[in-house]
């Protein structure tokens, strides 16, 4: 079993900056794919970035430009640059891992979901 634990989130002006990470435990993730969605009370899940177990990377268009996915593979951890925020990145994020080690941007292929991070653009 897998177990994804998150860190970074806060609240940060429009324009700032801010890193989360995520980090798996319980077995290495080594192989799997490594990602970020997001959800606002009352909406779906969003995809916003992922890396695959050959390292490519993929990034919804809302965040392309200004989020950066990275991982770490020696410390089984996942991060997410997020730069030049938006009132509108105003949600929870949420580490996933998917041991077939694919990308999807839906999120009902994605087995493992971490607890979740709250990220506040305030304008």
């Known amino acids: 079993q897998v177990r994804l634990i998150e860190s970074g989130g806060g609240l940060v002006q429009a324009g700032g900056s801010l890193r989360l990470s995520c980090a798996a435990s319980?077995?290495?993730?080594?192989?799997?794919?490594m990602g970020w969605f997001r959800q606002a009370p009352g909406k779906e899940r969003e995809f916003v970035s992922a890396v695959d177990w050959n390292s490519r990377t993929y990034y919804a268009d809302s965040v392309k430009g200004r989020f950066t996915i990275s991982i770490d593979n020696a410390k089984d951890t996942v991060y997410l640059q997020m730069n030049t925020l938006k009132p509108q990145d105003t949600v929870n994020y949420y580490c996933v891992a998917r041991e077939r080690g694919y990308y999807s941007s839906d999120s009902k292929n994605w087995e493992y979901w971490g607890q979740g991070t709250q990220v506040t653009v305030s304008s």
């Open positions: 319980g077995r290495s993730v080594s192989g799997y794919a």
